[in-house]
């Protein structure tokens, strides 16, 4: 059964900037969660879709948003990027938002 | 309420030896404790989990045992290899009307050879 895939694994972008990051749950996970992981602030839960729905959300500015497909694949974007946004960005996928499976990660360098 | 607290922040420990972490919670509507170990470059892998009606659970050389009453769990790594090597998060799921995890800080742990 394969993981979860994130893509981009990295990538660059310049403040002021918007960036789009995927995530390919395991087949059967309908629950995609997105965290973020910095050396400051650890990890930090940014949302969770379940059957395209967001059911919960953390505490992080408008500028973070995510979405799911009827797929289950999701999406997160940040707009208008801040150096404080240079983080690794980690997706997780799970049956009932219970037991979380990550994927390895897309990490964001904001210069 | 939502905070998780783990220590120590790292640990050095001979292989054979017992890596212990511990990690103190305080929201009570907490009901699943996961365990995550984390290489570099890697996303962080379950390792273990236990609910707070058990006392204990064991998977091959980890063990979690949970005390509800005090409000702490801990990780028990027995005969410690240098491949264990990692960041350990802790772990706590649940509160009101959230299902997100709150993760501890992390222990970066080392096996000496």
């Known amino acids: 059964k394969a993981g979860v895939t994130q893509t981009p694994r990295y990538l660059i972008k310049t403040r002021g900037q918007q960036v789009t990051l995927s995530c390919s749950p395991i087949?059967?996970?309908?629950?995609v969660s997105w965290y973020q992981q910095t050396p400051g602030q650890g990890l930090q839960f940014l949302f969770e879709?379940?059957?395209?729905?967001?059911?919960n959300k953390g505490n992080f500015p408008g500028r973070f948003s995510g979405r799911q497909f009827s797929n289950s694949r999701s999406e997160m974007n940040v707009s208008t990027l801040e150096l404080g946004d240079s983080a690794l960005y980690l997706c997780?996928?799970?049956?009932?938002?219970?037991?979380?499976?990550f994927g390895e990660g897309s990490r964001l360098t904001v210069l | 309420q939502q905070q998780v607290k783990q220590s120590p922040q790292s640990l050095i420990v001979q292989k054979g030896g017992i890596s212990i972490i511990n990690c103190a919670y305080e929201?009570?509507?907490?009901?699943?404790f996961p365990w995550y170990q984390q290489f570099p470059g890697k996303g962080p892998a379950l390792l273990i989990a236990?609910?707070?009606?058990?006392s204990e659970k064991k998977e091959g050389r980890f063990t979690i045992s949970f005390n509800k009453s005090a409000k702490q769990f801990s990780l028990h790594i027995m005969d410690s290899q240098p491949g264990d090597s990692a960041t350990y998060f802790c772990?706590?799921?649940?509160?009101?009307?959230?299902?997100?995890?709150?993760f501890g800080s992390g222990t970066r742990l080392q096996v000496q050879p």
């Open positions: 236990i609910r707070p009606d058990v």
């Open positions: 087949s059967g996970h309908r629950s």
């Open positions: 772990a706590a799921l649940g509160g009101t009307g959230r299902r997100a995890l709150t």
């Open positions: 929201n009570t509507a907490f009901d699943y």
């Open positions: 997780a996928s799970s049956l009932e938002a219970v037991e979380l499976f």
């Open positions: 879709y379940f059957s395209e729905t967001q059911r």
